[in-house]
DNA sequence: TCAAAAGTGTTATCCTTACACCCATGT
DNA sequence: ACATGGGTGTAAGGATAACACTTTTGA
């Protein structure tokens, strides 16, 4: 295949992964510093004082490796040297700032986005860092209580973008979007809409990854602090992607217990779990749904390192797959 | 762009379109023969004597379209002439057989797949024939009671592949595997397993597309009938990722308006969600949730069409969009 | 003794499901 | 008259959410 001449029309394909694991209690996403990330991903950047960071990215080589998810497992365990215990396809990306990339003399313009959870051990991450995510979502940890952010610089800033809509249907339906989006109005937020907020914010030009590709934004940009932590190219984007959908997931599909050690307790799943969607756990009826639903049995022994009543210890109780239709942490908030 | 030399390991990417419609309560997939397949896509397939389909393919051409859904409405809108009223992306595929297309001398790797929704109007699919998807997937219409085949063919098939599994865990795996995608157990036939149902079949080497991919068969061939009509490559694959995702969709998204006419009646929409899903639904209950959800208002006019009493005629709200946090059929079976 | 976390029991409420039944039209 | 589909009422059962309370440890 090398050396071929390129069809008119050709595209590359590039392979990028939003790679989760739990740290006391935080949700935490592995980063490579840009530095590090070669050719293109640093070219498109514009300069900025401060250090950006951006997901690990690998190529797609059918020819060595069968399948895709086998290209990500390998990419991965290549570049951090993480063994991840589950992957699954997110999305592909192929708009905004990518085809800008091609005509700057890159191949590569679409990314197909993989999410993977691995256990946080003591295995090293060498060649990234990893980063609580809510670092670049500080909106979506509602843990202690309705986010101040959003009430205090969210809202008003997205209604200031409404009113410079035309005036009518367009203003109208900016206000509802702002509303459902965020649970303003009595409709209650709605935390696995992790990625229409951020397409929202993005819209409304008030993240900085907006004004990177110069869209227009509603007041002057250096008067306000920054919402989040951005990161290179759509990267903040597909780690929305990989929180929408792992917040999904968890409802209907133990993927919780590939975050979680062996043994456990009632309290660290819960707290897990947390961690996860973002918001706080009724303590009582969720141990009554995990331990009725079948999905973890007590392994017989104790934890006394739990600081108050010594709590049994369970595991994850692999059977459910075979039994259930759903199984998940099926808990409403 | 054209003109560059390729990279080593530098792959392509196409644009694959599972068009849906309904005709007569008939969920319709819009197809073309192979022969209208140019290149690559043709000269995969094995010599056969009946005529082989496949769907819709573009390029993905960043230059001409800013963003890939573009670029689907656009390669549609020219080989088909349709207007598609929605259209979702679903998977990229990338795996098995299109890693040998690409050692066959072309470039096209990894094909992302669309999900796309049309009115069945007056206007002409020049260039394309639609086919019922249950010509591919027999047994996914349960509109008709248990599928017969599932029982009489499909899991004795499947159950001779599971004993020619190594005895043990493997074995015992295969057997729950069967129970759980095919509902044999008490557990439940779930409708929205249409790839889990397809992998399996494929894995398990029963059907043609597993033939001529060289794959290992449990039985000798010819000796049985087809199960369904096969595709090229791996488009029957993309079509049951199309199945399946409607057929969630449908429960939390009022996207069944896009296979609808503009006012219906409540047994037109109740018999449309039946064809998409391949089930029957409670009648009363499904008037009283469609009604009641407000997803739906009386236009005022009325229908006397229907064989029997006159009917209401109804409209989508699309208002619910603004209001709800999920908006569909919420209509168990 | 108190703080902290582990656990158990009970009740009110809502949603789903199922069944029973009446209404209006064409043939 | 009756077949066909339209349309309404209601009750049983299960899942969920909320509250109150007891138990066991370490400091």
Redesign the interface.
Known sequence: ?????????????GLNAAIVSLEDNQPMILTVPVSSLSGIQASILHPTTEALYGLPFG??????H???EIGVRGFVREQTGLDVSYVE?L??F???G??AA??AGE?H??S?GYLALTRMTDQHSMGGAWRNWYRAFPWEDWRHGPSELIESVIVPRLRRWADGQEAGLAQR?AY??ID?CFGVGG??F?EEKVLDRYELLYEAGVLYEAKRDGRKAAFLWDELPRLGEPMILDHRRIVATAMSRIRAKIKYRPVIFDLMPQSFTLLQLQQSVEAISGSLLHKQNFRRLVESGGLVVATGEMSSQTGGRPAKLYRFRKEVL??R?TAGVRVRI
């Open positions: 295949m090398a050396g071929k001449k390129t069809e008119k029309g050709a595209v590359g394909v190529r797609f080589d059918p020819v060595q069968r399948t895709m396809q999305y592909t192929g708009d905004r990518r085809a091609a005509e191949m313009v679409v197909i339906r509802d979007r459902i409709s209650g709605d075979l039994e239709r």
